[in-house]
């Protein structure tokens, strides 16, 4: 694709868009030029309690501060649910959800979930939890896991969630780290028409996770499951038993509203920290502007809850907004390859938003099963997690949205709260493959590798110059942390770990990570925790892990392991690897290629050289570079002859 295919703005959508090309050039400038004077007025499409006087007080040098909005408060749950009554839209349907099972479904209304998060709620307050406690939430995609959310934010305990596809291991850390006292979760979840044991793996996890006092189960399938007495109790006979109404506590806007464990280069999942007035500013902000969301439109992100896109785009920033959030329990390939439009037609959906793997995995099935389906209701389609290949932004263009809705490509991370660089439809074309222009307030620049801000059309490592409303506060118990791994590299400035191009148009192309994190399918992955789950079996002296290309996934896992003396590589030892691994992280760490390696391309000083092994994991063979500094160079002709292709 080149750097000047452009798909011009609708005029249809451009006409009654909520900002058009004149209005964002306003507001970029106004949000440069006096960012107190602009975020002041964005504050207020969240309900507050008191009013912030003080709105950016932020410091990226030193240890790091930042502050949005210090002297507001305000309770999150209210932003999302008891406005809303206030304003006569009770009986509007708040969350649509969608059984994995195409029968299954059901309508909570924004009273019925006021009613549901305010039991919860209280139920928790009944357990001991307070302002400030951890809550732990595994659960699958069912409401019962918007409504977890809301409860613990209506009594100002900070959640946890962990993605439900996380062995007990996983979770088992999580919950340490952040020393939670509740667990949430449920007997057991459904996916692509199998289950998955929660219960049975929180009982597992639970064993070496002390500081939990009490778990409450959702029934959700209705399996015999163990009830541990004293600890477990179950959600529905605790919320039965509590008031459908709960005084909200009153949160100061840097109070923390979540923590969500994301990979890094290092070995330890890292707790991001993000706070209540400015992560809720953002996500409202952001939901309106990228989505062109309107009031009534049916919006349809497919994450889980058990990322930070399901957090900002399926519970917070719909919320907020009062829009209808569909919430599907399933997966795009089950019963068939057309799930995803059979849904988009029965809810008819006005706003999809998914992630470029799906966009590949279903465009392999060819146009038939999308054909199938008339989504005439779409109207704009998103997409985020990944860099998407021109040809499937083209597909998902051309196929899905019949060149009528215009793509929001969104580049954003955990760290940001929500979107940063992202085309809004009404007032940016479009550039397949591009995630385009940064929204207003949002200071994005290019350095080279000492630091230096890099001008026009060039390529380097993307930083964030200054603060916006969203941004992560800081590591969960470890502020040095955040200021080490995200304000050192370029003193300063915040860093991304992402690469990046801007064109000669000043429209940006993310390149993907420059660090030691890959990104599987949308899901970050830091290749030192697999490292260390493949170097904990007791057959495996030492293991590197690369990310290599891959068609559907965008990146699969490519380990290069060296087993101890005298243990023999063979096929049972690979599966049982692959399994070890899949137990010790989970599903998505599975890794998709492990390669026998007698030994590893090290430098003198014995550090790992991963661009050697990154070129074999790509077959890019003939331009492996200098290799003249390492200590035994026969071992890269051992591993390109054994490369497993
Ligand atoms: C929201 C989310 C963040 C990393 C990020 C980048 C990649 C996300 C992208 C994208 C290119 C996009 N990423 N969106 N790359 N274009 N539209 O995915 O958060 O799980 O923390 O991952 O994902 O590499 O640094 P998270």
């Not at 406005?83 to 019925?112: C, F, M």
């Not at 930083?463 to 941004?471: C, L, R």
């Not at 260390?532 to 290069?560: N, R, T």
Request: glycine share 10%.
């Amino acid at each position: 694709m080149t750097d000047d295919t452009l798909i011009a703005i609708k005029p249809e959508i451009a006409a009654t868009a909520r900002v058009t090309a004149e209005r964002r050039a306003a507001m970029v400038q106004a949000a440069a030029s006096d960012p107190d004077g602009f975020w002041r007025q964005e504050a207020s499409r969240i309900a507050w309690m008191k009013t912030p006087t003080k709105i950016k007080n932020t410091d990226f040098t030193g240890d790091v501060s930042i502050k949005w909005f210090e002297d507001g408060e305000l309770n999150a749950s209210v932003s999302c649910l008891d406005r809303h009554l206030e304003a006569g839209r009770g009986d509007q349907v708040a969350i649509l959800w969608e059984g994995d099972d195409p029968n299954a479904d059901s309508k909570t209304t924004y009273a019925e979930l006021h009613a549901q998060v305010c039991r919860v709620a209280n139920a928790l307050r009944a357990l001991g939890v307070k302002k400030g406690d951890r809550v732990c939430i595994y659960l699958p995609m069912i409401v019962e896991a918007a409504v977890a959310m809301l409860a613990c934010a209506r009594i100002g305990a900070v959640h946890s969630i962990v993605f439900g596809g996380f062995s007990p291991d996983s979770l088992a850390s999580r919950i340490q780290d952040s020393e939670c006292s509740v667990l949430l979760t449920a007997d057991e979840g459904r996916r692509g028409g199998r289950k998955v044991p929660l219960k049975a793996n929180a009982d597992e996890a639970l064993k070496t996770c002390p500081s939990i006092r009490h778990v409450l189960v959702v029934r959700n399938t209705g399996t015999q499951v163990a009830m541990q007495e004293g600890r477990d109790l179950w959600w529905h006979e605790a919320a039965e038993a509590q008031p459908a109404t709960c005084e909200p506590e009153r949160m100061n806007a840097e109070d923390p509203l979540f923590i969500l464990y994301t990979s890094g280069s290092t070995g330890k999942p890292k707790g991001v920290l993000h706070t209540t007035g400015g992560y809720m500013v953002w996500a409202s902000f952001t939901h309106e502007l990228v989505f062109d969301y309107r009031p009534g439109e049916i919006y349809w992100c497919t994450a889980d809850v058990g990322w930070v896109t399901g957090h900002t785009y399926i519970v917070y920033g719909p919320l907020a907004n009062g829009a209808t959030t569909l919430m599907f329990e399933g997966v795009p390939n089950y019963p068939d390859s057309g799930r995803m439009w059979q849904v988009v037609d029965k809810h008819q959906v006005n706003i999809f938003y998914t992630a470029p793997t799906a966009i590949r995995a279903l465009m392999r099935e060819g146009e038939g099963p999308v054909k199938k389906h008339s989504r005439k209701s779409l109207r704009v389609l998103g997409s985020v997690g990944e860099p998407i290949n021109p040809e499937a932004w083209l597909w998902y263009y051309r196929v899905v949205g019949d060149e009528r809705c215009p793509i929001v490509d969104t580049w954003w991370q955990t760290e940001t709260g929500g979107i940063l660089i992202s085309p809004l439809p009404g007032a940016v074309a479009q550039k397949p493959g591009s995630a385009t222009l940064p929204l207003p307030g949002v200071f994005p620049a290019l350095v080279d590798g000492d630091g230096k801000v890099l001008e026009g059309a060039t390529e380097g490592n993307l930083v964030i110059t200054d603060s916006w409303p969203g941004q992560m506060r800081s590591i969960y118990g470890d502020h040095a942390r955040f200021a080490q791994t995200y304000f050192s590299t370029f003193p300063g400035k915040y860093f991304t770990g992402d690469g990046a191009r801007r064109d000669a148009d000043g429209y940006w192309w993310i390149t993907g990570r420059v660090d030691d994190v890959i990104n599987v399918a949308g899901h970050r992955m830091g290749t030192a925790e697999v490292e260390s789950a493949l170097v904990a079996h007791p057959k495996v002296a030492e293991a590197a892990v690369v990310g290599m290309p891959h068609d559907i996934k965008g990146q699969g896992i490519y380990a290069y392991v060296t087993l101890v003396a005298g243990e023999e590589p063979t096929e049972a030892l690979r599966k049982e690897l692959v399994a070890w691994v899949r137990k010790e992280i989970g599903p998505i760490a599975t890794p998709d290629a492990i390669q026998w390696a007698p030994g590893l391309p090290k430098t003198r000083s014995g550090k790992i050289m991963r661009r050697i092994l990154r070129k074999i994991a790509a077959n890019e063979t003939d331009s492996l570079g200098d290799t003249s500094t390492l200590a035994d160079p026969a071992v890269v002709t051992e591993l390109v002859e054994n490369r497993v292709s």
